[in-house]
C-alpha cells in the first residue's frame, strides 16, 4: 500500500511519520501531484496558519491536487480546516470539500483558555472511520479555531461550544484532534483510515 503524506509549509510530519511506522507502515512525504495522484491513501497533516498555508497550496496548485484526489484522504489539524470551504483565520478561502466555515473560539466570560490544548472526550460517534469503541475516549488536541457541528460531522467534541471533531464526505476523512499524538485511541484510528 502507497501512503503519501502532503508535504507543504504547515505540518507535523515527523509525528506522522513515527505513528504511521508504528503500524509497521512506511508512508512518502511528497509535493508531487503524480505521487498524491499515485498513493493508496493520502494524509494532509497540519500545523501552522491557515492564510499561509493556502497561499502555499494554491502556489504549487496542491490545492487543486487534494480536491482532485479519489483515494481516501485523512486531514489532521489543519488539514481539517484547509479542507473546509472558509476560515475565520486570516479570513482564508480553503479547499472546499466540507462546504462549512472554520470559527475561532471565543473564550470571554468562560473561564477557559485558548488555544484549546490537551486531552478531550470524543462523542456522538456517527458511522464512518471513527471506530464506535472509542466513544468517550480521550484525543489530544491543539487549536485555536474550530469546525462546527455540520452534516459531516463524524464525531463531537465540547471546548466552550460543540464541534466537528472529525468530518468524513465521501472519500475525504478529517480529524481537528492529533491522532498521531493521541496514544491507543489514536492508534485505533489511524488504524482504521488504513484499512478503509
Known amino acids: 500500500m502507497k501512503i503519501a503524506i502532503v508535504k507543504y509549509n504547515a505540518g507535523n510530519n ?40 493556502m497561499a502555499y497550496l494554491r502556489e504549487r496548485k496542491l490545492d487543486q491536487v487534494i480536491k482532485s484526489l479519489t483515494a481516501p484522504v485523512l486531514g489532521i489539524c489543519i488539514g481539517q480546516q484547509l479542507l473546509c470551504r472558509h476560515s475565520d483565520e486570516g479570513d482564508t478561502d480553503c479547499i472546499g470539500i466540507f462546504d462549512v466555515d ?30 464506535h469503541e472509542v466513544e468517550n475516549s480521550h484525543v489530544y488536541y491543539v487549536h485555536s479555531y474550530y469546525t462546527p457541528v455540520c452534516q459531516w460531522t463524524a464525531a463531537e467534541t465540547d471546548y466552550i461550544v460543540p464541534f466537528s471533531a472529525a468530518l468524513h464526505r465521501d472519500n475525504f476523512y478529517a480529524t481537528q484532534f492529533h491522532p498521531e499524538k493521541s496514544a491507543g485511541t489514536g492508534h485505533l484510528i489511524l488504524k482504521s483510515f488504513l484499512e478503509l
Not at 112 to 120: A, C, F, K, Q, T
Open 14 to 53: 515527523f509525528s506522522v511519520l513515527c505513528a504511521l511506522h508504528r503500524l509497521g507502515v512506511e508512508a512518502h512525504l511528497t509535493d508531487s501531484p503524480e505521487a498524491l495522484r499515485a498513493a493508496d491513501k493520502v494524509i494532509f497533516p497540519g500545523v501552522g496558519e491557515a492564510a499561509s498555508a
Open 102 to 131: 472554520v470559527r475561532g473560539f471565543d473564550a470571554a466570560g468562560t473561564g477557559l483558555r485558548i488555544p484549546h490544548m490537551g486531552w478531550n472526550t470524543l462523542t456522538d460517534i456517527k458511522d464512518g472511520f471513527i471506530p
